[in-house]
């Protein structure tokens, strides 16, 4: 008889950092999980190819034009896990895929493990730790995509937007590799410049992907920050994506996004900060 198919129980939940609360969404269906009450991640039970969350739309948009073929077997490090959304989404289109979700919150990958229909191992594997040690830990040239979403509240933890966070981060992509990082931010974007910032002195190419108005500061939200040492575009297949999107996206590459950050990033403590 196959096993029943996971389901998550409505409601809170005790996590080790605080509370998880699953609720139903009436609007676009699935599960929506909040993480101390912040948004954290959309699971649609039926269909692993539906992101609800743009910024993830944005993420997924970057890696499939970089990695069209999708017999591709992607190395991906995803840093900061929730419901893992993302890392199921590439699952479902890159079957060869290998993936490690680094998640702090111990209690927090039990219950997703629990509630949602994840790949297993060797497919998925969610690995409790701190992201930054996990990182500094790995083989070098072991990864070809690295995405950071992780979040303390509604704040990427400092030590995961340092120059040598950045550079930990390199050591383990391959050459060529992706970067992906997750910045939420408010109209302010003094978060989203000190995180171009470090990604374009580390990386070759650096560029930024949100909607005009959160580029303009005229609201809060989220900007992807993509960082390679192979060239970035965007492509004219990116671009196009990226616009036909429900909530369109520009982009800003090149000497506009180093620009953008120059002179804001941020470096460990005993290195002081610039």
Same mark, same amino acid.
């Given at each position: ?5 996971? +389901? ?9 950092? &605080? ?7 009436? =609007? ?5 999980? *909040? ?16 992101? !609800? ?9 970057? =890696? @499939? ?11 991906? %490090?995803?840093?900061?896990? $929730?419901?893992? /959304?993302?890392?199921?989404? #590439? ?9 490690? /979700? ?5 209690? %927090?990958?039990? #219950?997703?493990?629990?509630?949602? @229909? ?12 701190? /992201? ?11 990864? @070809?995509?690295? =995405?950071?979403?992780?979040? $303390? ?20 992509? +391959? ?9 939420? !931010? ?10 171009? $910032? ?9 560029? %930024?992907? +949100? ?5 303009? &500061? ?13 060239? *970035?575009?965007?492509?004219?297949? %990116? ?5 036909? @999107?429900? *909530? ?8 506009? /996004? ?17």
């Amino acid at each position: 008889m196959a096993k029943p198919r996971p +389901a998550p129980v409505p409601g809170s939940h005790p996590i080790d950092s &605080g509370t998880a609360e699953v609720v139903a969404d009436p =609007i676009s269906g699935g599960w929506l999980l *909040l993480i101390n009450g912040t948004h954290s991640s959309h699971i649609h039970p039926d269909d692993p190819s539906a992101l !609800d969350f743009e910024y993830l739309r944005q993420m997924a948009a970057v =890696i @499939d034009d970089r990695y069209p073929d999708t017999s591709t077997p992607l190395r991906v %490090l995803h840093l900061g896990g $929730a419901a893992c /959304a993302l890392p199921r989404n #590439l699952a479902d289109r890159y079957p060869r895929a290998r993936q490690v /979700a680094v998640e702090i919150d111990a209690e %927090l990958a039990r #219950l997703v493990r629990e509630w949602f @229909d994840l790949p297993r191992a060797p497919l998925l594997r969610i690995r409790v730790g701190d /992201a930054r040690a996990v990182t500094e830990s790995l083989t070098e040239g072991s990864r @070809d995509v690295v =995405i950071r979403d992780a979040f $303390a509240d509604a704040r990427t933890p400092s030590h995961l937007t340092t120059v040598e966070f950045v550079q930990a981060v390199k050591r383990v992509l +391959a050459p060529g590799g992706l970067y992906l990082a997750n910045c939420g !931010d408010a109209r302010t974007l003094d978060l989203v410049r000190a995180d171009a $910032a470090a990604v374009a002195e580390v990386f070759a190419n650096v560029m %930024l992907i +949100a909607d005009p108005a959160m580029l303009k &500061g005229r609201r809060t939200g989220n900007v992807v920050v993509v960082g390679s040492d192979d060239d *970035l575009g965007p492509s004219s297949t %990116l671009v196009r994506t990226l616009l036909s @999107d429900p *909530l369109p996206a520009r982009t800003i590459a090149g000497s506009e /996004a180093r620009a953008f950050g120059r002179g804001k990033q941020l470096r460990d403590p005993e290195q002081g900060v610039r």
